[in-house]
C-alpha cells in the first residue's frame, strides 16, 4: 500500500523525528512498502507556498494510509502541521460543506478512504492534560480536522495516539511508545 508521513519537528535528534519518524519508516521500509514523505521542517514554506502545497495534495491523493507526527506546542500542534491542515486539507480539495437548511450545514468529507495514524508527544504529564485541559488537543484534532477531512469514526479517536512527559521519561518508557508505534504500522500493513 502507499504510505504517507508527515513529520512536523524542526529537531531531528527529537523523540519526534529521531523515534516515531524513523520507526515507522524503518518497519514500512522492512515490509517493503510504498512511502513518500512530508517533512514539513525540511520544506520551504516560504511564501508563495502553491508547490509545495500542490506537492502535499498530490501526496495525500495519491497515499492509503497517512501517518501524522507532531508534539505539542503551546496546546496545538506545531506551526507547520497547522499550515498543513489549512492549506492542505481546503474547501473542494478536503471536504465541502452540504446545505442542510438555513445558515446550517454539515462537511462532507472527501478522504474518507484514507487510514489515519497520528502520534503526538507532550512534555506534560497526562493527569492535567486529561483532566484539567480536557484533551482540547485531540479533541480539536479528532472532531474537527479529522472529522470534516476523513469523517467521523471512533477509530479517529483510538489511531490517535498520546505519548506523556517525552522530555523527562527513561529509555524504557521511550521504547515502550517506540514498540506501540512499531505494532501499530504492522497492524496497518498486515490488514493492507
Not at 18 to 28: A, D, V
Not at 117 to 127: F, Q, S
Request: glycine share 4%; charged share 25%; proline share 6%.
Amino acid at each position: 500500500m502507499k504510505n504517507l508521513i508527515v513529520i512536523a519537528h524542526p529537531d531531528k535528534n527529537s523523540f519526534c523525528y529521531n523515534g516515531i519518524y524513523k520507526t515507522i519508516l524503518q518497519t514500512l521500509n522492512v515490509e517493503s512498502e510504498e512511502i513518500r514523505v512530508a517533512d514539513l521542517y525540511a520544506d520551504n514554506f516560504e511564501r508563495p507556498r502553491t508547490d509545495i502545497i500542490n506537492r502535499y495534495k498530490e501526496d495525500v491523493t495519491w497515499s492509503d494510509r497517512i501517518y501524522f507526527v507532531s508534539p505539542v506546542w503551546w496546546f496545538r500542534l506545531t506551526p507547520r502541521l497547522e499550515v498543513f491542515f489549512d492549506e492542505v486539507f481546503s474547501p473542494g480539495f478536503a471536504y465541502k460543506f452540504v446545505p442542510i437548511i438555513g445558515k446550517y450545514a454539515y462537511p462532507k468529507p472527501f478522504l474518507k478512504d484514507k487510514i489515519v495514524r497520528t502520534y503526538i508527544t507532550h512534555g506534560a504529564p497526562a493527569l492535567p492534560v486529561l483532566t484539567l485541559y480536557l484533551n482540547s488537543v485531540k479533541l480539536r484534532l479528532v472532531m474537527g480536522v479529522y472529522t470534516f477531512v476523513f469523517g467521523w469514526s471512533p477509530q479517529r479517536w483510538l489511531k490517535t495516539k498520546q505519548f506523556w512527559s517525552v522530555p523527562f521519561v527513561n529509555d524504557k518508557t521511550r521504547a515502550k511508545y517506540l514498540g506501540r508505534v512499531k505494532k501499530d504500522v504492522l497492524k496497518d500493513i498486515k490488514k493492507g
